[in-house]
């Protein structure tokens, strides 16, 4: 077979590489070249050579490096070709000589009063010249090499839209000549809400993989916490940067426990705690302080976080305090109206009050257009359904998720699920049709 020849194999490597490294190559280059459009370009050329070398030459010992440097390379000639930045010109040339296998150390060399250059790319991506979903989609494109259809499913919006959006912006940050710098003072404020937000999806989609076989994408949460950590440092008085340090610390501590031995999905009210991050725990809780006690505090991150430290530091499913997580998701969605967020106020209801209650709050969701697709809404209901033993009404709603999931992680909790309703008919003389 084709896709088992150690060429593909080498091909499917460097296609992993470029995932785990884009960013950092993306930002790295827009620092040269001030464009976002033409480094995601040049980046994308630094993967072709690598594809064309790779194969014959073996893959190298600091792939992430050697592919800046071929970056690095591409980014000079465009320069000498647009006769652009004579002095910055000299500058990356004396940075970028040497032989492809003995590149220093690019970490070394992106230190500056900001700190990250992909800190940088972030708010350069969420210039206000851009629409907020341009901004977001776009950030999530270069920050995160997230597929069209990764971000697609984040957002619950239609993949031609997300593309369009992305080249729209690019298109935009060229023609308005965007600088690729990180804001300060008012405009770092105006600009913090989009910056959060596209976090958030970065950090969601590394906790919960919209596709493929695998639940976790564990780097993506450890990019997305640490570009909160530089967000914290940058701006300590913020309560939202804080809040949503706080929340996604306290998330990423369950990673472990949220896969069994098989890689199947563990739900959270069945996980062993003992498995739990402690240290990331006390990071979060401790974040959330700082947050509750600045003014402003009680912001949607903040709130959040809030709801995850309710189950931190219940020491088992049973110590939970489901009717203080009502309330709090209540007050979201008084600050964040959203059908998502609702249908999770919805799973507290249920907790606290009953499965009947939260049932009745997920049957305006039904006719909601964003979650058409939303394979939770009837996961959700089908768990609601499945608790008031009315299993045929579960099974088909477990069965509706099961084709609406692009995970294959989910699928499989989800086909349980509903043979399990299938089991419960059959004991009660209900067999399936």
Same mark, same amino acid.
């Given at each position: 077979?084709?896709?088992?020849?150690?060429?593909?194999?080498?091909?499917?490597?460097?296609?992993?590489?470029?995932?785990?490294?884009? $960013?950092?190559?993306?930002? +790295?280059?827009?620092?040269?070249?001030?464009?976002?459009?033409?480094?995601?370009?040049?980046?994308?050329?630094?993967?072709?050579?690598?594809?064309?070398?790779?194969?014959?030459?073996?893959?190298?010992?600091?792939?992430?490096?050697?592919?800046?440097?071929?970056?690095?390379?591409?980014?000079?000639?465009?320069?000498?070709?647009?006769?652009?930045?004579?002095?910055?010109?000299?500058?990356?040339?004396?940075?970028?000589?040497?032989?492809?296998?003995?590149?220093?150390?690019?970490?070394?060399?992106?230190?500056?009063?900001?700190?990250?250059?992909?800190?940088?790319? /972030?708010?350069?991506?969420?210039?206000?010249?851009?629409?907020?979903?341009?901004?977001?989609?776009?950030?999530?494109?270069?920050?995160? +090499?997230?597929?069209?259809?990764?971000?697609?499913?984040? *957002?619950?919006?239609?993949?031609?839209?997300?593309?369009?959006?992305?080249?729209?912006?690019?298109?935009?940050?060229?023609?308005?000549?965007?600088?690729?710098?990180?804001?300060?003072?008012?405009?770092?404020?105006?600009?913090?809400?989009?910056?959060?937000?596209? /976090?958030?999806?970065?950090?969601?989609?590394?906790?919960?993989?919209?596709? +493929?076989?695998?639940?976790?994408?564990?780097?993506?949460?450890? #990019?997305?916490?640490?570009?909160?950590?530089?967000?914290?440092?940058? $701006?300590?008085?913020?309560?939202?940067?804080?809040?949503?340090?706080?929340?996604?610390?306290?998330?990423?501590?369950?990673?472990?426990?949220?896969?069994?031995?098989?890689?199947?999905?563990?739900?959270?009210?069945?996980?062993?705690?003992?498995?739990?991050?402690?240290?990331?725990?006390?990071?979060?809780?401790?974040?959330?302080?700082?947050?509750?006690?600045?003014?402003?505090?009680?912001?949607? &991150?903040?709130?959040?976080?809030? /709801?995850?430290?309710?189950?931190?530091?219940?020491?088992?499913?049973?110590?939970?305090?489901?009717?203080?997580?009502?309330?709090?998701?209540?007050?979201?969605?008084?600050?964040?109206?959203?059908?998502?967020?609702?249908?999770?106020?919805?799973?507290?209801?249920?907790?606290? *009050?009953?499965?009947?209650?939260?049932?009745? /709050?997920?049957?305006?969701?039904?006719? #909601?257009?964003?979650?058409?697709? &939303?394979?939770?809404?009837?996961?959700?209901?089908?768990?609601?359904?499945?608790?008031? #033993?009315?299993?045929?009404?579960?099974?088909?709603? *477990?069965?509706? $998720?099961?084709?609406?999931?692009?995970?294959?992680? #989910?699928?499989?909790?989800?086909?349980?699920?509903?043979?399990?309703?299938?089991?419960?008919?059959?004991?009660? +003389?209900?067999?399936?049709?």
């Amino acid at each position: 077979m084709q896709g088992s020849t150690p060429e593909a194999a080498t091909h499917a490597a460097i296609r992993a590489v470029f995932k785990r490294e884009s $960013a950092k190559l993306v930002a +790295g280059i827009a620092r040269m070249v001030r464009d976002v459009g033409l480094a995601e370009e040049l980046a994308q050329d630094a993967m072709l050579v690598a594809l064309e070398k790779w194969p014959e030459a073996g893959v190298p010992d600091n792939p992430g490096a050697w592919l800046m440097a071929a970056g690095k390379r591409r980014a000079i000639d465009e320069l000498r070709r647009r006769k652009l930045l004579e002095r910055k010109h000299e500058e990356i040339g004396q940075a970028s000589q040497g032989d492809e296998r003995a590149v220093p150390d690019i970490e070394e060399q992106l230190d500056d009063d900001i700190g990250d250059d992909l800190l940088k790319l /972030i708010f350069t991506s969420c210039h206000p010249v851009l629409s907020t979903e341009g901004r977001v989609a776009l950030t999530l494109r270069l920050l995160g +090499g997230l597929t069209t259809e990764e971000i697609a499913r984040a *957002f619950l919006a239609p993949e031609p839209t997300i593309a369009q959006r992305i080249v729209r912006a690019k298109r935009t940050l060229t023609e308005a000549q965007v600088p690729f710098e990180a804001p300060r003072g008012d405009e770092l404020r105006a600009r913090m809400t989009s910056v959060l937000e596209v /976090i958030y999806l970065v950090f969601n989609e590394g906790y919960s993989a919209t596709a +493929g076989d695998e639940l976790l994408r564990p780097a993506l949460c450890d #990019e997305a916490i640490r570009l909160g950590s530089i967000l914290v440092e940058i $701006a300590p008085d913020e309560p939202e940067a804080l809040g949503l340090l706080a929340l996604m610390e306290i998330q990423a501590s369950r990673s472990k426990a949220r896969v069994g031995p098989s890689g199947e999905l563990v739900l959270l009210l069945d996980q062993d705690r003992s498995l739990w991050d402690h240290a990331k725990i006390a990071r979060g809780l401790a974040a959330l302080a700082r947050a509750e006690e600045l003014a402003g505090a009680g912001g949607p &991150y903040a709130l959040q976080a809030a /709801i995850a430290a309710c189950h931190a530091r219940a020491k088992v499913a049973a110590d939970t305090d489901w009717q203080r997580i009502a309330v709090l998701y209540y007050a979201l969605s008084e600050r964040m109206p959203s059908p998502v967020v609702e249908l999770n106020r919805a799973v507290a209801v249920s907790m606290a *009050f009953g499965p009947a209650a939260g049932l009745a /709050i997920t049957e305006p969701l039904l006719t #909601e257009p964003a979650l058409a697709d &939303y394979h939770l809404l009837p996961s959700v209901r089908g768990d609601f359904l499945m608790k008031l #033993e009315r299993y045929e009404e579960a099974r088909a709603e *477990f069965a509706r $998720a099961v084709a609406l999931t692009r995970n294959g992680r #989910e699928r499989a909790l989800l086909i349980d699920r509903a043979n399990e309703c299938t089991r419960a008919l059959e004991r009660a +003389g209900r067999p399936a049709e």
